[in-house]
């Protein structure tokens, strides 16, 4: 062997084996789509666990395995990378579940050898706007307490709660949201009410789209 050949051979042999101790692309996009795959598997928990309580989504401490998630004990993915059971983090094989203001929609986001895949969740539209029609009708129903109110009274109510109209005569609604009695509030299916003088006042119902229009005011 002549010593340029000899030197070719010595010049690319660093290469060559960083070629060979680096994984292959196409290895390495295979893995991160058994990430993926364990990604949808943790989803499909979630969603289930929502769709079992009108989409309200578990809390992120029951969102790994044991954690309690319905259908979740017999089978949880593994981290392909480590081999070991997958969960919360930052490195390539974990993940990062948060979870809505309103407890009504997800973030999951899957780790991968380079950047994230990102799986969204959260209640249906159809789901919004029944709750949200829901409400308005909640409203309307409350307009006509307080016009009620106004007749035997002479003036509106200072606030706007079930202790100013007794059962019976009136029934007083719940809200669609949440299960309980409406209240006056800033979440989803709350009310905001303020009296104006005696003769009159302004109502709304908090949708998911925000506070309800037109507003509401005295009949009389």
């Known amino acids: 062997m002549t010593r340029r050949v000899l030197a070719a051979v010595l010049a690319t042999a660093p290469l060559a084996l960083l070629l060979a101790a680096a994984p292959r692309v196409s290895a390495v996009s295979f893995v991160d789509k058994q990430v993926q795959a364990g990604g949808l598997l943790i989803q499909n928990y979630i969603d289930r666990y ?44 974990t993940y990062t579940y ?25 209640a249906p539209q159809w789901f919004r706007a029944e709750r949200d029609t829901a409400s308005r009708h909640t409203a309307l129903l409350l307009q006509r307490y307080l016009e009620s109110y106004r007749l035997q009274h002479g003036s509106y109510p200072e606030s706007l709660d079930a202790t100013g109209f007794p059962d019976p005569p009136y029934v007083w609604p719940t809200n669609p949201w ?16 303020k009296r104006v003088g005696d003769a009159d006042y302004t109502l709304r119902v908090r949708l998911t789209t925000g506070w309800s229009t037109p507003v509401l005011k005295a009949l009389l």
Request: charged content about 15%; proline content about 7%.
């Open 50 to 93: 929502g769709q079992a309580r009108q989409f309200v989504y578990p809390p992120k401490a029951m969102v790994k395995k044991g954690g309690g998630l319905p259908n979740a004990k017999l089978i949880w993915p593994a981290n392909p990378w480590t081999g070991k059971v997958m969960g919360p983090g930052t490195t390539r094989g």
């Open 98 to 122: 948060a979870l809505g203001a309103d407890g009504r929609t997800y973030k999951l986001t899957m780790h991968l050898s380079k950047g994230n895949h990102v799986l969204r969740g959260g």
């Open 178 to 193: 949440t299960g309980g009695g409406v209240a006056e509030g800033s979440g989803l299916g709350g009310l905001s009410y």
